[in-house]
T-cell receptor, first 113, second 110 residues
Framework: DAGVIQSPRHEVTEMGQEVTLRCKPISGHDYLFWYRQTMMRGLELLIYFNNNVPIDDSGMPEDRFSAKMPNASFSTLKIQPSEPRDSAVYFC???????????FGEGSRLTVL | LAKTTQPISMDSYEGQEVNITCSHNNIATNDYITWYQQFPSQGPRFIIQGYKTKVTNEVASLFIPADRKSSTLSLPRVSLSDTAVYYCLVGDSSGYALNFGKGTSLLVTP
């Protein structure tokens, strides 16, 4: 398996633009997690899904953030409109069970100017 | 949820053994302890997981005392490539602490 695949790896956009980050989890994993990492706050959980259903989105900072998982092999994290304070590295991870080993993608580095 | 406390940073020389301790005073009976490692520009990677006593794998050892209020990740004979951030997580299936926080930044120098 190729592991968790994220795209794009880097994105630079201007304030107010829509940003869509994509994730393909490892085949067979039924949990998918979105994280955000900044120097100030460390690695924070934004939302996680089980069998494509959002279970806990309490970490989603604002209504500008939304996440979907239309099928077992694809998820998106959307920010609309984007703001400079959204600049961070966004990681997607998947696992076979909730408390099992999390497998992380290489992350998407977002810069909002 | 069990809250964890770990040092912000640690320094070590190559070849030394490094021990990183994590405090989790309110750990619950069903909770277990998991450690992750993160290199720059990469996502975290699972290192080791344990419930009590000692667990060892090819990368590290995890020591958990009888009261389980703390745990120690032990890295034998570190090399420069062990420079990374190490995260301690505690929880079970009903309340697994999925927030990694800031972890412990380990710097290994020659």
């Amino acid at each position: 398996d190729a592991g968790v695949i994220q795209s794009p790896r880097h994105e630079v956009t201007e304030m107010g633009q829509e940003v869509t980050l994509r994730c393909k989890p490892i085949s067979g994993h039924d949990y998918l997690f979105w994280y955000r990492q900044t120097m100030m706050r460390g690695l924070e959980l934004l939302i996680y899904f089980n069998n494509n259903v959002p279970i806990d989105d309490s970490g989603m900072p604002e209504d500008r953030f939304s996440a979907k998982m239309p099928n077992a092999s694809f998820s998106t994290l959307k920010i609309q409109p984007s703001e400079p304070r959204d600049s961070a590295v966004y990681f997607c991870a998947s696992s076979f069970i909730r408390t099992g080993e999390l497998f992380f993608g290489e992350g998407s580095r977002l810069t909002v100017l | 949820l069990a809250k964890t406390t770990q040092p912000i940073s640690m320094d070590s020389y190559e070849g030394q053994e490094v021990n990183i301790t994590c405090s989790h005073n309110n750990i619950a009976t069903n909770d277990y302890i998991t450690w992750y490692q993160q290199f720059p520009s990469q996502g975290p990677r699972f290192i080791i997981q344990g419930y009590k006593t000692k667990v060892t794998n090819e990368v590290a050892s995890l020591f958990i005392p009888a009261d389980r209020k703390s745990s120690t990740l032990s890295l034998p004979r570190v090399s420069l490539s062990d420079t990374a951030v190490y995260y301690c997580l505690v929880g079970d299936s009903s309340g697994y602490a999925l927030n990694f926080g800031k972890g412990t930044s380990l710097l290994v120098t020659p």
